[in-house]
């Protein structure tokens, strides 16, 4: 998972976010204590992506999905998708949401599993004064 986290895939805007695998193996590790379910994708014996699914107030967010390089462009995400958003439908979500990078691979996994595109996200970054 930090493998994928680590290594953007390339398509649509980057993201000016850059965490470290240290940082974003600490981040999955505290999902668990805010009640977040997580799920791995696993091919020829090896983990080759997940994600994790929080359901609140009938709301399924989706979130923390990545896919080793390697394995991408192999319907790995679009698998992830389709088992978390069932499991969120039999717990009794009415709705689920999930954010990407804009123009992004996985912005078009998610439209093509039936999202639909409520708001662009506008990140500015400025170089401090010297």
Do not use: C, K, W
Not at 44 to 68: E, F, H, P
Not at 70 to 85: C, E
Request: glycine share 12%; aromatic share 6%; hydrophobic share 40%.
């Amino acid at each position: 998972m930090a493998d994928g986290f680590a290594h953007p895939d390339g398509a649509g805007v980057p993201g000016p976010e850059e965490f470290g695998r240290d940082v974003i193996e600490r981040a999955q590790r505290d999902f668990t204590t805010a009640g977040v379910a997580a799920y791995v994708a696993v091919r020829d014996g090896r983990v080759v992506g997940g994600g994790s699914l929080r359901i609140t107030a009938g709301v399924a967010q989706l979130t923390g999905a990545a896919t080793a390089p390697a394995y991408r462009r192999r319907g790995i995400q679009t698998a992830l998708l389709a088992v978390r958003l069932r499991d969120a439908a039999a717990a009794g979500a009415d709705i689920a949401v999930v954010t990407t990078s804009p123009g992004s691979t996985s912005q078009q996994n998610v439209q093509r599993s039936g999202f639909h595109l409520l708001y662009t996200r506008a990140i500015l970054v400025r170089a401090p004064d010297q």
